[in-house]
């Protein structure tokens, strides 16, 4: 497999314009339009190009169809104290994360801590997202998250998919460092990754893969045929557990629902997410919290590095991958660049020149 043509380099802010203008035109305000592109283009800044301006495409076919709703409210469904329930309604993740959040840090403040179940919003990308606005709140977050669409991570000892791509995020606050923000997709890389390596033309290291009759692949195009393949779960047993857990805590605990027979809608990804809120003054531990993460941090990044290898805290590789590209510009393959283009097309907006 290759990929002829050279990727498209384009800076964050030109990107950014012509995202917001994709989504404006589907009817957003400006607001939400500024938002949606603020975080698609924050995710490719940070490496994560599976869940950046890729996933544009996808948004815009989903609002046509109806699965995903411009403009939407978050509906308070209970709120009680510390807990507050509510549902997005399919409107953009974007923004009603942001909303979630921005309650929950109000009430962590308050009571010390917030158990915040949001169902029902339409993609909320990043997850790192979440726990960097509670961080710049000076907040520490634990957030779990499902997905409502094709399952496509296979069970540890199963050979198809039954549950999708399961993130969880923590966020904690290091004194005198940059905080470690842990982020991640229960399966063994996120779908965007392989829908990233199909776009490039290249084969993924073997271990992620299995091909609709269960048997191992490096072949991304596997995800992209009817029957499909499945992901495999990270950490076989152990990563399998945790994204159970994932799906039950946010689909169900959070107000949400799971995946079981029901088949999911095509024109839609919902994400359900409980986020856990804690201000640490509040506990009581803000200073043991200080000193100790600190410590423990500077402590750990100290192990003498394997050869080849560095040793970095989860967040580090996000921070510096944003540094290299606000500086140097994304890279965008060409089969993401032309899909894009055709995105904005079904709604009257031309793509930058390349
Ligand atoms: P990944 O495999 O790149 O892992 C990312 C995490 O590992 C980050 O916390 C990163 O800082 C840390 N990390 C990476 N290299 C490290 C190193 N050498 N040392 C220490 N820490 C290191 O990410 P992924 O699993 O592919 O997930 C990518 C993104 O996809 C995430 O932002 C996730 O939230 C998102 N996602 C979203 C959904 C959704 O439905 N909204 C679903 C799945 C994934």
Not at 73 to 89: F, Y
Not at 140 to 163: C, L
Not at 291 to 314: I, N
Not at 318 to 335: C, F, L, M, S, V
Request: charged content about 15%.
């Amino acid at each position: 497999m290759s990929s002829a043509a050279a990727p498209v380099i384009i800076h964050a802010e030109p990107l950014g314009r012509f995202v917001q203008a994709v989504v404006a035109a589907g009817g957003s305000a400006a607001a939400e339009a500024e938002a949606v592109a603020h975080n698609l283009v924050e995710a490719n800044l940070t490496g994560h190009d599976s869940h950046g301006v890729g996933m544009l495409p996808r948004y815009v076919d989903n609002l046509l169809a109806g699965g995903l709703v411009a403009n939407q409210r978050l509906r308070v469904v209970a709120e009680q104290g510390s807990l507050l329930t509510l549902d997005g309604q399919a409107g953009y993740g974007q923004v009603m994360g942001r909303r979630a959040m921005e309650r929950g840090i109000a009430l962590a403040r308050t009571h010390g801590v917030a158990v915040v179940g949001l169902a029902n919003s339409h993609h909320l990308g990043r997850i790192g997202a979440w726990a960097e606005q509670c961080l710049a709140a000076g907040l520490v977050s634990i957030h779990f998250v499902n997905v409502i669409s094709e399952p496509i991570v296979a069970p540890f000892g199963g050979s198809d998919g039954r549950f999708v791509t399961n993130p969880m995020c923590v966020g904690i606050p290091i004194e005198g460092r940059e905080p470690l923000v842990l982020d991640f997709a229960t399966s063994r890389v996120a779908m965007g990754k392989v829908r990233v390596a199909h776009n490039k033309g290249e084969a993924l290291a073997p271990g992620i893969l299995i091909d609709e009759q269960g048997r191992p692949s490096t072949d991304p195009g596997v995800m992209f045929r009817d029957p499909h393949g499945a992901l495999l779960p990270l950490g076989e047993h152990k990563g399998y557990g945790l994204a159970v857990a994932c799906e039950i805590l946010a689909g169900a605990l959070a107000g949400g629902s799971t995946l079981h027979h029901a088949k999911p809608s095509p024109d839609s990804i919902i994400n359900n997410m409980l986020s856990l809120i804690v201000d640490p003054a509040r506990l009581g531990t803000a200073a043991r919290l200080a000193s100790e993460a600190r410590a423990f941090a500077d402590w750990v990044t100290a192990s003498p590095p394997a050869p080849g290898q560095r040793v970095l805290l989860p967040g580090d590789p996000e921070r510096a991958w944003r540094r290299q590209r606000q500086a140097d510009g994304i890279p965008i393959d060409a089969t993401t660049w032309a899909q894009l283009g055709a995105a904005a097309a079904k709604l009257g907006v031309s793509a930058p020149a390349a």
